[in-house]
């Protein structure tokens, strides 16, 4: 921060976290004011940095496969499969069919328990209580399917490279179809809530304004992304997983505002429920594992392999020497480059809407400090 | 976990048949000894130790060669990934030729990766995506230590907190950059990590040598 701030009579220098509770984690932003007026900002990042990729050249390729979930630690199933795609593609190797829908079933409730949590803190920045108590009581279903599929509820380490770890339990399609039945109107809920509420609708309108070209020059994904109208979402430009059987729609905004990309979040789980009633009707019988080696020796190479996150683009890039142990193991975090943009969005803003922009970028420190 | 297991400091790991053509070993190998091989009953077929990347050739291919000429030392695809092969000078032009030329315009990801035993030290990666063409391929480029690489900020935006990280992990610093500082780790910070000569144990052992006046806590 240049000195002439501190002795400039009409800018005020605020500090915003990182103890702040619309941070959602340890975001420090510094804010220079004029009044109310947002004139400029610096974020301060890295108090969650725990050097994950350094880790991940220090141990062997399946032993780093639980690291992956402490990044993004509320989609912590999308990570997972980002990972084990990457690997799988080193090894020139494909996860058997019943892996791979039941990877997309999990990574799409994921999706939705990601934007669960995402609407009930937004909504709780902005002052709307309610809507926290509901996402978590619909996020809490989804967690028990994770819990009683591979017993953790969070860090789930739900895949293995090459496939899948624990076979299917008795009872998994009904608990997910009865979930799918149960949400869709809960989402209605929701927006009956929210969507025409005018206290939400005039401090989401208009705000924190980002354009299809700003986006792009910023390398913004995800939501945000498609809230600013471009329609581009992984699973339809490059499927993996065999996303390209399933019938969805990417939903679009068009404004680019706060309220568009609530609107985009809000029509994604609709169309993540859509997925998984389609995956559900037909897992295929079959193995769950591929043919892996016991001991995963790369051959010398690199690969980048990206999918689609809730928060936007994942990308894993890997290299390997023919050792046990990732060279160099890259991720491209969602996060850490959305909340690049922050600074053009709030500027020019009121300080009240820098809160309201947190929100909607949908931000997660672990993910963005590594 | 391999490396915890291992006995500290007190004798040399043992030399291990058949496995010269390893990776470069930096100085920090001693502290990470390669993981327990298995039996060499059943030798594995021997990989090589260079990427199996083959040419590539297409429209953009032709576009850029005529236009750059020798500046670029190869175009090559590996597991259906394409990459080209830069000179350092030449790097911004191309990532700029690409952007309008080409709608290359979407800078994915800006990385490193370590080479130390090779002189020049460094492959730079840049990572970039068309939404008009629905491709992705990487610009890679080598320098050796010390080169200041320029900015690619005044062509994506994106690239100044990606290449404050690669500063922060690599000590690469970027000439023309706005804000050329360390973002993930704290200003006062020594030495940079993901060079392949920071072992993960150095900060341990110096704490533990301040404060507990011990040799190693491992």
Not at chain 1, 194 to 205: D, Y
Not at chain 2, 57 to 82: C, H, M, P, W
Request: proline fraction near 7%; charge should be negative.
């Amino acid at each position: 921060m240049p000195e002439s701030t501190f002795l400039d009579s009409t800018e005020l220098v605020l500090n915003m976290g990182p103890q702040h509770p619309s941070t959602h984690g340890v975001l420090r932003v510094i804010l220079k004011l004029d009044g109310e007026k947002v004139n400029g900002t610096e974020c301060v990042i890295g108090y969650l940095h725990r050097g994950v990729e350094k880790i991940g050249e220090n141990r062997t390729y399946q032993q780093f496969a639980p690291y992956v979930d402490r990044m993004d630690y509320v989609a912590a199933v999308s990570n997972g499969l980002g990972y084990c795609l990457a690997v799988e593609k080193l090894l020139n190797i494909e996860a058997p069919p019943r892996a791979q829908v039941t990877r997309v079933i999990l990574t799409e409730l994921n999706r939705i328990a990601s934007h669960l949590l995402w609407l009930g803190t937004h909504a709780l920045d902005i002052g709307a209580i309610t809507p926290v108590f509901y996402c978590f009581r619909e996020r809490e279903e989804i967690l028990k399917i994770y819990e009683n599929y591979c017993g953790a509820r969070l860090t789930t380490h739900a895949f293995r490279i090459g496939g899948l770890q624990y076979e299917l339990y008795d009872g998994f399609e009904e608990q997910t179809k009865a979930f799918c039945d149960m949400f869709l109107p809960k989402v209605d809920e929701y927006e009956e809530l929210l969507t025409n509420n005018r206290i939400w609708v005039g401090r989401l309108k208009g705000v924190g304004i980002l354009t299809g070209e700003e986006c792009k020059e910023y390398g913004v994904t995800g939501p945000v992304l498609r809230a600013a109208g471009v329609k581009w979402d992984l699973r339809k430009a490059q499927p993996y997983s065999g996303y390209e059987q399933y019938d969805f729609e990417i939903p679009t905004g068009e404004n680019g505002d706060t309220y568009d990309r609530y609107m985009v979040r809000m029509q994604e789980m609709r169309q993540s429920v859509r997925i998984i009633r389609q995956a559900v009707d037909k897992i295929p019988s079959g193995p769950i594992m591929g043919k892996v080696p016991k001991v995963i020796k790369p051959p010398v190479g690199e690969v980048y392999v990206s999918i689609e996150a809730p928060k936007g683009e994942l990308g894993y890039f890997v290299v390997s020497d023919n050792s046990t142990q990732p060279y160099r193991l890259r991720v491209r975090p969602p996060s850490f480059i959305n909340l690049q943009a922050l600074d053009r969005m709030v500027r020019g803003g009121l300080v009240a809407d820098v809160v309201a922009i947190v929100g909607t970028l949908d931000i997660v420190l672990g993910e963005v400090d590594r | 976990m391999a490396d915890e297991q291992k006995p500290v400091g007190s004798e040399p790991p043992p030399p291990k048949p058949g496995e010269t053509a390893a990776k470069p070993e930096p100085p920090q190998a001693a502290a990470k000894p390669a993981p327990p091989k298995p039996a060499a009953a059943h030798a594995a077929p021997k990989a090589p130790a260079v990427m199996a990347a083959t040419p590539w050739e297409s429209d953009l291919t032709g576009q850029v060669k005529d236009r750059f000429g020798e500046d670029i030392s190869e175009f090559a695809t590996y597991l259906g990934q394409n990459f080209l092969v830069v000179k350092p000078d030449a790097v911004i032009p191309v990532l700029e030729f690409l952007k309008l030329e080409a709608d290359f315009d979407y800078l994915v990801d800006v990385t490193a990766v370590d080479y130390p035993s090779r002189a020049e030290r460094f492959d730079l990666v840049y990572i970039l995506y068309s939404f008009v063409r629905n491709e992705r391929i990487r610009v890679k480029t080598r320098i050796p230590e010390g080169f200041r690489p320029a900015s690619a900020v005044k062509v994506h935006l994106t690239a100044n907190w990606l290449e404050r990280e690669v500063f922060d992990m690599f000590g690469i610093e970027f000439d023309g950059h706005p804000d050329m500082r360390r973002i993930l780790l704290p200003e006062e910070w020594e030495g940079y990590p993901l060079r392949k000569d920071y072992s993960i144990l150095q900060q341990d052992e110096k704490w533990v040598k301040e404060n507990l006046g011990i040799e190693s806590g491992q």
